[in-house]
């Protein structure tokens, strides 16, 4: 987009900022600019946007795309963030946003957000196993299916300019999860990285589930379709067949429905 479209796009959009990385960036540019153009003075002068609110807007649309250091630095940059409703490293065997936001207040900004998770990243890239794991599930909270989606700017959760779409993708979590089952110490904690793989593959699931015939589970004794089983049960296969002796399993069996419905009929 032009950068003139891009000033005008912004005097409407000031509220939600809403607009793609590109277009922040072009904004900054602009701002910092010392030979601006005639449209480009008389829509600053009409609609001055302040370099803080672009601050804000460049770190969230970095936060969504998982930018987590540069994201760090935006928010720097201004000198604030919102604050998180809950605790974004918080997992549950069965996910329950209202209960996290009703009992467990957040304490951290998106500021702090970014940098714990720039620096949980680094830890795992050096073999931190613990580090993996939490990184992973900040990964898996910051989507749709978890308790801290207030993280991402909800103008940005739809959009389509990102490099990378990533609020409704299980693409990233995924690919952390598997790092963390790489580095899980014992079978407890391997465990319940495998049931975490397993709820991103049901996640992927539902955002598909109008193109796949499926079984119900509640109170039904036949198998999943098979396609099902093929592309959104491996993980389960596995938690069953060689983590049937843990505590984990023990409890994952309990209190998920889905899981008990596998184990049940298959």
Same mark, same amino acid.
């Given at each position: 987009?032009?950068?003139?479209? =891009?000033?005008?796009?912004?005097?409407?959009?000031? =509220?939600?900022?809403?607009l793609s990385y590109p277009e922040i960036v072009m904004l900054e540019k602009s701002y910092h600019n010392k030979e601006k153009s005639l449209i480009e003075r008389l829509i600053w002068k009409k609609e001055p946007i302040s370099l803080s609110q672009i601050g804000e807007w460049k770190g969230d649309a970095l936060l969504a795309m998982h930018r987590f250091e540069e994201a760090a630095i935006a928010y720097k940059g201004i000198g604030r963030s919102q604050f998180l409703i809950t605790d974004p490293f918080l997992i549950h065997v069965v996910d329950c946003h209202d209960c996290d936001h009703r009992d467990v207040l957040g304490t951290l900004s998106r500021l702090q957000f970014a940098e714990k998770m720039h620096a949980l990243n680094s830890k795992a890239q050096n073999g931190d196993a613990q580090a993996a794991l939490e990184y992973a599930n900040g990964l898996y909270n910051i989507t749709w299916f978890g308790n801290s989606r207030d993280a991402i700017n909800s103008s940005l959760q739809e959009a389509e300019e990102l490099e990378v779409s990533t609020f409704y993708s299980m693409d990233a979590p995924y690919a952390a999860y598997e790092r963390a089952l790489k580095l899980a110490p014992g079978k407890e904690k391997k465990a319940f990285v495998l049931f975490m793989l397993a709820k991103c593959e049901q996640n992927r699931f539902e955002m598909k589930e109008n193109e796949i015939s499926y079984t119900a589970y509640y109170g039904d004794d036949l198998p999943c379709d098979p396609v099902k089983n093929q592309e959104f049960r491996k993980n389960f296969a596995l938690l069953k067949s060689s983590y049937a002796n843990t505590e984990f399993y023990k409890l994952v069996l309990k209190e998920c429905s889905y899981f008990e419905h596998y184990v049940r009929v298959h």
């Open positions: 987009m032009p950068l003139e479209r =891009v000033l005008f796009a912004s005097m409407y959009r000031s =509220v939600e900022g809403d």
